[in-house]
């Protein structure tokens, strides 16, 4: 039986007949799948069948924390959001952090399982160990922060945390958001889900204390990861200053900051208007998570011009989507988005992209002024592009055709525009142009969540760490082995115990996997060695890699958009890259291989029986692909 570094329940929610249960969390699901993205991703592939209606009531999603969240781990405040996903069809997982996770552990839960769907709109207030579903009717409607108070003033308790939807999840918006104060679970449309369950938000007290089996072992471990924290030549002395916004300088010298619907790469310059400079002239403080002494998001407060009074938190992909993406080199008129999407619950990337695509639709006459209310949408009108955030969310006008993101807008508007959408498997593509950093491009083909820089980020191209190797950010050879150990590594050590990912690529790439052993064996009582954890990651990803097959994804879905793969860049840093077709089926074979997959990326049965997965064997060989 657990008895460390996990609560030791699951409270699994029924909506449809209101029932409320504990389960206890199997010690063998801890020890093969750790916790957050592993529990999530395991009950999805074992709770939900293929074809389930991502937006029907047999669909459910689960929030999972990990076994170093509540403990006095740093930055390990986090939680992952997993379902299958409205807007891709596949796999939708994402990562949030603040005190919310940390909470649920106090509470008295390591996980959660939402299923069915309420008769009418209810939140779950859970209170340590107890758990009860309240009415929401009144909720209904109201924005994200609106809502969080309201549910505060209701408990008597300001202490409260809570994760909502606004009203674009409640309208079903494919590219809806889950927001837990000023952190959201963005990606894949995971607030259209808890939106169609007609559950407006979860909230959660608790004042329980999280085991740990060794202290000595843990703050051992703890004083390691603090030592490399301590050490690393950016952490503190630029990250915990200036947070991801420091990003812009390095991806524009690279010439892989994509601007204009990623028509622009490396010859529109917005520096001066978005980086480092200009967001410290916005700056008034900083957040952190729970147990994090970092205190990476900055907190930025427009005083003057249209948008006076505007406080975000803009990291540095919102500042691609709304800026470098549509042109926008206003970074109040960011602030503003930021602050919007926060407040009617939407995914600020795909939100940005897009508007971006929209933009370049209305630049080439695709789009009028009779599509778009009268707004003159051309690249750089930060106006029409803040405008056009609330019409996304209530699906008014032209929002209708772009809330559901780019793949589906592009399908409604034909005309050729499938070129110029930017998504992988329907996920609009986050602030790095791939054709400068191609191993970056193959995470993006092979992501189980689609084009989804988080799941294996190549920092050895980003910011030319050499680990596990210097690596040639042009070259194509080596980069399936590269993506696979990208992917793996930040699966285990970021998504399942759940860590920030950010000390991945600033603190401890060195020595991630140890790092992350010993954590949570000191935590847990475990025995993992460092390959232990890259196989938890390598178990997750070839489990979720089934999950998308039997969904009906194929290689052919491995695929980067048309722009990537047939447009060199014009400028830059990377003047002239592109990614051929040729070169990403090279990529892929050697990705595939180095997986132990088939030519067609299925993973073989000699793969599955080594790590463990005899459930996906059995569901391959019902489809004839074993």
Known sequence: MLNSGYMGKILRVNLTNQ?????????????SFMGGAGFGVKYLFDEVPAGTDALGP????????????????PCASRMAVVSKSPLTGAVGMSLTGGYFPAELKFAGYDAMIIEGKAEKPVYLWLNDGKAVLRPAGKLWGTTAFDCQQLIKNELSDQNVRIACVGPAGELLSKIAAIINENHAAGRKGLGAVMGSKNLKAIAVRGHQTVPVASEDESKKARAQMLKAMNESPVLYSAFANMGTPMVVEATWGLGILPSKNWSETGTWDPVEGLGVE????????????????????????????????TLSV????????????????????????DRLCDELGLDTISTGVAIGFAMELYEKGILTKNDTDGMELNFGNHKAMVNLISKIAYRQGLGAVLTDGVKAASAKIGRGTEKMAIHVKGLELPGYDVRGAKAHGLNYATSYTGGDHNR???????????????????????????TKWNQDVRTATCDCPPMC???????????????????INGVTGFNLTAEDVERIGERVNNLARVFNIREGFTRNDDILPERILTEPLKE??????????????????????????????VPTRQKLQDLGLNNAIVELQKMGLL
């Open 572 to 601: 830059g840093g990377s003047k002239g890259q592109y990614i051929t077709r040729e070169e990403l089926n090279q990529m892929l074979d050697e990705y595939y291989i180095d997986r132990g997959w088939s030519k067609e990326g």
């Open 278 to 309: 200009a967001n410290a002239a916005k700056h008034i403080g900083s957040e952190h998570c729970y147990k994090c002494p970092v205190s990476c998001s900055q907190l930025k407060l427009v005083r003057t011009g249209p948008y006076a009074g």
């Open 314 to 337: 803009p990291e540095y992909e919102t500042i691609y989507s709304f800026g470098s993406q549509t042109g926008v080199d206003n970074l109040d008129s960011i602030i503003a988005a």
């Open 19 to 31: 029932t409320i249960v504990e389960e206890d969390v199997p010690e063998e699901l801890a020890r």
């Open 58 to 73: 047999e669909n459910k999603i689960i929030f999972s924390t990990g076994p170093l969240c509540g403990t006095p781990a």
């Open 501 to 519: 990912a950010f000390l991945l690529d600033m603190a401890v790439p060195a020595m991630a996997t140890q790092n992350a052993a010993d954590m």
């Open 456 to 482: 294996g980020y190549a920092f050895q191209e980003i910011f030319g760490i050499p680990i596990p190797a210097m690596v040639d950010r042009f070259a194509v050879e080596g980069k399936g082995k590269l």
